[in-house]
T-cell receptor, first 111, second 114 residues
Framework: SQQGEEDPQALSIQEGENATMNCSYK?????LQWYRQNSGRGLVHLIL?????REKHSGRLRVTLDTSKKSSSLLITASRAADTASYFC???????????FGKGITLSVRP | DAEITQSPRHKITETGRQVTLACHQT?????MFWYRQDLGHGLRLIHY???????NKGEVSDGYSVSRSNTEDLPLTLESAASSQTSVYFC?????????????FGSGTRLTVV
């Protein structure tokens, strides 16, 4: 069963605004990953953050991890219409375990 | 360029028929996975493999089987298709068990069981 719970389920913003998406989980993790899925396509890996890391950046993406609160946030700065997609967090519990995905967040960026 | 391809992209089949969905990757990844994606459930793991001749059940494996005879392919077989198996199926692969680089996904197969 999924234990990565994303919040909000849907988000609609204006182009140029920042989008913040949250993910909570219940068990200890080895790492947490964020993926994007465009309509009708497969998931694309965006960024990975390990349990001993607190923040990572990749271009306009910023991911934070708070292991004490068992939560992570994905921030997309200066959003573009092309960022419209579903975003999933996925947790890896142990070094040899599989990824467990949440249900996803639908982001709509209005031009 | 390396890639992971799924076929067919769309499939309609009848209840009770055996169906096989193909997944082929040229990344030379040892780890391969099958997920199904349904509204309200996100992605759920069906089967996975950590190498040739290795297969393991995921959380929703009933009614599905896989085999791994080489590194490149992990076909997913629905032994007797049921309407509950109507879904979008994704194959994925990864380089390492640590998942340091994340999973690479195929474009999916939309399966309809009528």
């Amino acid at each position: 069963s999924q234990q990565g719970e994303e919040d909000p389920q849907a988000l609609s913003i204006q182009e140029g605004e920042n989008a913040t998406m949250n993910c909570s989980y219940k068990t200890s993790i080895n790492n947490l990953q964020w993926y994007r899925q465009n309509s009708g396509r497969g998931l694309v890996h965006l960024i990975l953050i390990r349990s001993n890391e607190r923040e990572k950046h990749s271009g306009r993406l910023r991911v934070t991890l708070d292991t004490s609160k068992k939560s992570s946030s994905l921030l997309i700065t200066a959003s573009r219409a092309a960022d419209t997609a579903s975003y999933f967090c996925a947790r890896k519990d142990g070094a040899n375990s599989k990824l467990t995905f949440g249900k996803g967040i639908t982001l709509s960026v209005r031009p | 360029d390396a890639e992971i391809t799924q076929s067919p992209r769309h499939k309609i089949t009848e209840t009770g028929r055996q169906v096989t969905l193909a997944c082929h990757q040229t990344w030379n990844h040892n780890n391969m996975f099958w997920y199904r994606q349904d509204l309200g459930h996100g992605l759920r793991l069906i089967h996975y493999s950590y190498g040739v001749q290795d297969t393991n059940k995921g959380e929703v494996s009933d009614g599905y089987s896989v085999s791994r005879s080489n590194t490149e392919d992990l076909p997913l077989t629905l032994e007797s298709a049921a309407s509950s198996q109507t879904s979008v199926y994704f194959c994925a692969s990864s380089e390492s068990l640590e998942g340091r680089y994340g999973y690479t996904f195929g474009s999916g197969t939309r399966l309809t069981v009528v």
